[in-house]
C-alpha cells in the first residue's frame, strides 16, 4: 500500500456529509438538539413521537424503525430508562421479524443488524473473534497502520490539510475493505456503489469464490471458513448470500461512522488547544479523550426497537407492533449519571455509555473503531507538529442529525 497514490478528489466527492446523508439522515441539520433533548429528558424519560419530530426537525427520515407509518412511535431519552430497553431484547425486538439470510437479496438490514434471540447469538459467534480487543494488533498490523501511514504521507510537506475528509474518512473504508482483500483502486468503488447492494457483491463475489480455493489471512477468509449450527442440529458452512449481507453490513457500518466519530473527536481536541497539548505530551490522555467524544456526540444518536407486546414502561403504555427510539445521543448527557454532562472533559471517570449501544447488538467492531481513532490521532500528533485549526479557515461545525459529524476540519501544522 505505501506505493498506492489515493484519489482524493474522489474521495472527496464520495464523503460527502451532506450529500451522503441530506436526505435519509437529516444532513441539513445544523443546529444543537442536546438542548431540546435535556429539556424532553427533564421532563419525561418517554414521549410519543419520533426522535426527529420531538427535537422540532421537520424532515421526512428513513433509518432503521422509520418510517413505519402504520405502527406508533415512541421515544425514550433518559439513561435508566434505555438501559432497560438494551436489557430486554425479548420485548424489545432488534427487527419486526425473522431474517433469513439464506434467501438471497443482500442488504444492510437483512443482516445481524436486525436479527433477534438465537439467530443473532449464532451469526455473530462467527465473526465475534475477529473483533474481540486482543484482535486490535491484527487490524492494526495488517490494515490501519499502513492505511494512516498512506494518508499522512500524501499531505505533510504541505503544511496544512482537510483533515475530516481527505484522512478522517478515508481510514474505515479502507481498512475494512483492506480486510476484505480489495485493493486500494478498488475501495472506492465498493464505497461509490454502497446504496446498490449488487454492484458491491459483484466486487466482492470473486474475492469470496477466490478465498474458498484458498483462504488467506483476512476477513473474507475467516467467514468462508465459519461454521454455523442451525435450530435443527445441523452444521454448515456459510453460503455465499449469507457472506454477502456480513460485508454489507460490516462496510456500512465500518466505512461510515467511525470517519464521523474521528471527526468529532478531533475537532473537539483542536478547538480546545490546551486539552491537545495535554493529550500530545501524554498519550495515556489520547483513550480518555476519545472515550469522553463517545459519550459527549456519537455520530449515531438514535437507533430503534420493536415492541413485541404491550408493556407499561416508564408510565407510559407501549402496544405490541409499536417502535421505540433509543436517543442514546440524550442518554448520554444525562445528568442523573454525570456531572456537567454537556462538557467536553477528558478527566472525567470513565463509564460506560451507549455511544456503540448495548445488550446484545452493542457495536460489532467498537474495538475496530477504537484502534483507528487511537492509531490515526496518534499518528496526527507524531508526524505533524504544532497542529492547529487554520484561523483563516471556517471553523469546523456539527451537524447532521440521525448521523452527526463535523464539517471540513482545516489545519495547519509545522
Not at 137 to 150: G, M, S
Request: aromatic share 8%; hydrophobic share 40%; with cysteine.
Amino acid at each position: 500500500m505505501t506505493d498506492t497514490v489515493l484519489d482524493i478528489d474522489r474521495v472527496r466527492q464520495l464523503f460527502d456529509l451532506r450529500g451522503s446523508f441530506l436526505t435519509q439522515l437529516g444532513g441539513a441539520y445544523d443546529d444543537d438538539p442536546y438542548p431540546i433533548w435535556a429539556a424532553l429528558r427533564e421532563k419525561a424519560p418517554v414521549h410519543a413521537g419520533v426522535v426527529h419530530e420531538l427535537t422540532g426537525f421537520d424532515q421526512e427520515a428513513t433509518f432503521h424503525g422509520l418510517p413505519f407509518p402504520e405502527s406508533p412511535h415512541f421515544s425514550v431519552f433518559s439513561y435508566a430508562a434505555c438501559d432497560q430497553v438494551y436489557r430486554n431484547d425479548k420485548v424489545f425486538a432488534s427487527s419486526p421479524g425473522q431474517i433469513d439470510l439464506t434467501a438471497g437479496g443482500a442488504e444492510i438490514l437483512n443482516s445481524m443488524l436486525s436479527m433477534g434471540g438465537t439467530q443473532h447469538r449464532r451469526y455473530r459467534a462467527l465473526v465475534q473473534p475477529s473483533f474481540v480487543p486482543s484482535k486490535a494488533q491484527w487490524w492494526i498490523r495488517n490494515w490501519i497502520e499502513a492505511t494512516v501511514d498512506l494518508l499522512i504521507n500524501s499531505f505533510q510537506d504541505q503544511g496544512r490539510a482537510e483533515l475530516n475528509v481527505d484522512f478522517c474518512a478515508a481510514i474505515p473504508v479502507l481498512t475494512i475493505t483492506g480486510s476484505f482483500g480489495v485493493p486500494v483502486e478498488q475501495a472506492l468503488d465498493i464505497r461509490e456503489a454502497l446504496r446498490e447492494p449488487g454492484k458491491v457483491v459483484e466486487i466482492i463475489a470473486p474475492i469470496v469464490a477466490a478465498r474458498r480455493e484458498s483462504p488467506q489471512d483476512d476477513l473474507i477468509s475467516i467467514l468462508v471458513e465459519a461454521e454455523i449450527k442451525d435450530e435443527d442440529g445441523q452444521t454448515h458452512r456459510l453460503t455465499d448470500p449469507e457472506i454477502y449481507s456480513f460485508t454489507l453490513l460490516l462496510l456500512a457500518a465500518g466505512s461510515g461512522t467511525t470517519w464521523k466519530q474521528m471527526g468529532i473527536t478531533l475537532t473537539a481536541l483542536l478547538e480546545r488547544p490546551d486539552v491537545l497539548r495535554a493529550v500530545r505530551d501524554d498519550r495515556a490522555l489520547l483513550r480518555p479523550a476519545i472515550e469522553e467524544s463517545l459519550r459527549w456526540m456519537p455520530t449515531d444518536p438514535m437507533f430503534s426497537r420493536w415492541v413485541t407486546e404491550d408493556i407499561e414502561f416508564e408510565g407510559v403504555h407501549l402496544p405490541k407492533g409499536s417502535v421505540l427510539h433509543i436517543c442514546l445521543g440524550a442518554a448520554n448527557r444525562d445528568p442523573a449519571r454525570w456531572e456537567r454532562p454537556d462538557d467536553y472533559d477528558i478527566t472525567r471517570p470513565l463509564k460506560p455509555t451507549f455511544a456503540f449501544g448495548s445488550g446484545p447488538h452493542i457495536c460489532l467492531g467498537m474495538h475496530v473503531a477504537r484502534a483507528e481513532m487511537t492509531v490515526g490521532i496518534g499518528a496526527l500528533l507524531d508526524r505533524l507538529p504544532n497542529l492547529r485549526l487554520d484561523p483563516d479557515a471556517e471553523p469546523p461545525r456539527y451537524i447532521g442529525f440521525y448521523e452527526r459529524g463535523a464539517t471540513a476540519i482545516p489545519v495547519l501544522f509545522g
